[in-house]
């Protein structure tokens, strides 16, 4: 049997007998599976007993390995077909971004019931928004509608006391220290009931503050 053919037959078992999309990448995918167990050549060598020139050729896609290489890998390995002939996982980069913001020198923005201070303003393409908030609201008529925004919001009160209105659940007291996470599509309201107006600090993956 040619090798042409045994990688065909790898390919319809791999893929329940349709076609692949996308080209095949073993060699990429064998040596990031190497890699991630921190495995030499040589080990793998000695857990599927091919040679030491044969696997770096597959891995550099010199050589296409034959159904029966196929089978000493997924065995050797302790992986099977389908981890093998997956897609390789990208590679995240990292960019190095950084942007600091010092106290008070985030953007204002502020509402007739939130005193918001945008952090981090000056940093484009931001996957989190942050900001810190003066709650000025005292109660929930002040309010005329839900605030809602995509995505999901992590909030933590720094100073004060807070009750959180939710759409779907009872008002909820916070105090300094406590944080909460929520949905943030769904609609929700804070009021200060401390002295003083509390002051939280909220992330949120998408969407503007209200």
């Not at 090798?3 to 790898?10: G, I, L, M, S």
């Not at 990429?28 to 793998?44: C, F, G, M, P, S």
């Amino acid at each position: 049997m040619s090798a042409n053919t045994d990688q065909a037959a790898a390919l319809r078992i791999a893929s329940g007998r349709k076609p692949f999309v996308e080209p095949l990448r073993l060699g990429e995918r064998l040596k990031q599976i190497r890699l991630a167990n921190q495995w030499t050549l040589e080990d793998v060598s000695r857990r599927t007993g091919l040679a030491r020139s044969t696997l770096s050729k597959i891995e550099n896609d010199q050589i296409s390995p034959t159904f029966a290489a196929v089978q000493k890998l997924i065995s050797g390995l302790g992986i099977d077909l389908p981890q093998l002939l997956s897609p390789p996982k990208l590679q995240s980069r990292t960019s190095g971004r950084r942007d600091l913001t010092r106290s008070g020198e985030g953007q204002q923005h502020p509402t007739p019931t939130y005193e918001h201070e945008l952090l981090s303003w000056q940093l484009a393409q931001k996957r989190m928004i942050p900001f810190k908030t003066i709650v000025r609201a005292r109660s929930f008529d002040e309010f005329s509608e839900w605030v809602r925004h995509d995505g999901e919001e992590f909030l933590i009160v720094l100073d004060g006391t807070i009750r959180l209105y939710t759409e779907f659940y009872e008002p909820l007291e916070l105090e300094q220290g406590d944080s909460i996470y929520f949905d943030s599509d769904m609609g929700h309201a804070l009021v200060s009931t401390s002295i003083t107006d509390a002051i939280v600090l909220s992330v949120c993956t998408r969407g503007e503050a209200n």
